[in-house]
């Protein structure tokens, strides 16, 4: 194909991935709809960030980050340990380590952060020229200069240690090990987190990466343990887990939460982790519906629970739902229902997981991680309102009373109900209308 045409073509990619179409939502205040010109239902609330209901019952969301070192002893008596140890072997030796990493828990517990960080930054330096450059000796000292640096706000500095930290972690080990498992989750949340807070406005980079570490791990898995392997199922709620993200790329912007891709200025042809992006975005319900399923049937063929199974039918429910492909979540809520039918906790699973409206999505992919989002604005509002069979929210009614200090966030709490995507209320195996639900969210802007 010519080069003329090739780079048409990712022109208009770029463009279309760049910018809004005319339907999108901007939060401008006012009631969002549909453009005539070109007709969309506005994109999900994101339910976790935009707000968030009081008592959720989903349970609080705690990111991973180290424990502060407890500190051997005070500054003075720390770094005169240093000093000793320097004379009597070097300013190279590995014994300088141990008291390096107390002189830096010390500093810590002081919150001198950029003393800490010093301290931390010759020991693993230390370690790295003694033992190599991905030795596993420094794991708990990166992990303190993560810590420190998070403490201290210079989240792109910690941005980077949390990558080196995972390919120490992962080198030479398995994706089906433990270890392997909780290294790579973690720094899958990481890069959750930094893409919803826009560290470096980079932001499909992110989704990228998080994409290749779940196919990385789901391939290699495959092909020591087979198709059916348990040790896959993570890293296909992973999977699925990214491809809501996925889902509302790019879309709105709720408040002060930055959701839209950034416009690009550079018409060159499209990069490969661009035109990857794309296709994972093109392709996406289909990848995330995908995701669901394997994770069903590997449940059902490794002999789990009926309780685990219906769990993982609700989800691929949920996500027809999150997607208003209405016909398929009722028989897949349906199915939910039917698969508990002989359980002896059928009723308690029911009134737990269907009785009442739930919002979508039931995992926590939205929810700020460890990096702030730069919402400054936050109110809890109480409504009252009906959810249909679709899983909308009708008749909505602020029981907040509006006054000049609660009006935005009352704007906003009634634009973001509308568009939050609910599994509905079922009762005696059907979709049914609940009628006079009253919640409080906590509404960011």
């Not at 809520?333 to 919002?359: F, H, I, S």
Request: include cysteine; charged fraction near 25%.
């Amino acid at each position: 194909m010519p080069d003329s045409v090739l780079r048409g073509l990712a022109i208009a990619a770029m463009l279309s991935a760049a910018y809004p179409a005319l339907g999108d939502v901007v939060d401008t205040g006012q009631a969002q709809c549909c453009s005539s010109i070109n007709p969309q239902m506005p994109p999900p609330t994101y339910y976790g960030a935009a707000m968030l209901r009081e008592n959720d019952p989903r349970g609080a969301w705690t990111p991973h980050l180290a424990v502060p070192a407890d500190p051997p002893g005070t500054i003075e008596e720390m770094q005169r340990r240093v000093d000793e140890q320097e004379k009597a072997d070097g300013p190279m030796a590995p014994g300088l380590v141990e008291p390096l990493s107390g002189l830096a828990a010390a500093y810590l517990a002081s919150d001198r952060y950029q003393d800490a960080i010093s301290a931390l930054r010759r020991g693993i330096h230390l370690t790295r020229i003694n033992g190599g450059l991905h030795t596993p000796e420094q794991v708990d000292m990166l992990e303190q200069l993560i810590l420190t640096m998070v403490r201290q706000g210079d989240y792109a500095a910690a941005d980077k240690q949390q990558d080196y930290l995972y390919k120490v972690k992962r080198r030479g080990k398995p994706h089906g090990s433990g270890d392997t498992l909780q290294a790579t989750m973690r720094y899958a949340d990481w890069m959750r987190g930094s893409y919803l807070a826009d560290v470096d406005q980079q932001r499909f980079p992110r989704l990228v990466g998080m994409n290749d570490l779940y196919k990385e791990a789901i391939q290699e898995i495959e092909a020591a343990e087979g198709k059916d392997s348990p040790s896959l199922l993570p890293y296909l709620e992973g999977r699925a887990d990214l491809s809501y993200l996925i889902s509302v790329y790019p879309g709105e912007r709720e408040g002060a939460f930055p959701t839209g891709a950034q416009a690009s200025t550079d018409f060159s042809l499209a990069s490969g982790a661009q035109m990857r992006f794309w296709r994972m975005r093109d392709h996406n319900f289909r990848y995330g519906l995908e995701a669901l399923k394997r994770k069903t049937d590997i449940l059902r063929t490794q002999n789990h629970s009926q309780q685990e199974i219906a769990d993982s039918v609700l989800a691929i429910a949920d996500w027809y739902q999150w997607h208003r492909r209405y016909a398929e979540a009722v028989r897949a809520y349906r199915e939910a229902w039917e698969l508990m039918e002989q359980e002896e906790n059928a009723v308690a699973w029911r009134t737990a997981n269907l009785a009442a409206p739930l919002e979508l999505p039931k995992n926590t992919v939205f929810n700020p991680g460890l990096i702030p989002l730069g919402i400054p604005n936050a109110a809890a509002i109480s409504v009252r309102f009906d959810v249909n069979r679709h899983g909308e929210a009708k008749d909505i009614e602020v029981l907040t009373e509006t006054t000049e200090e609660t009006e935005a966030a009352v704007t906003r709490a009634y634009h973001y109900l509308r568009n939050v995507r609910f599994r509905p209320g079922m009762k005696e195996g059907k979709v049914v209308r609940t009628e006079g639900v009253e919640r409080t969210y906590n509404i960011r802007f």
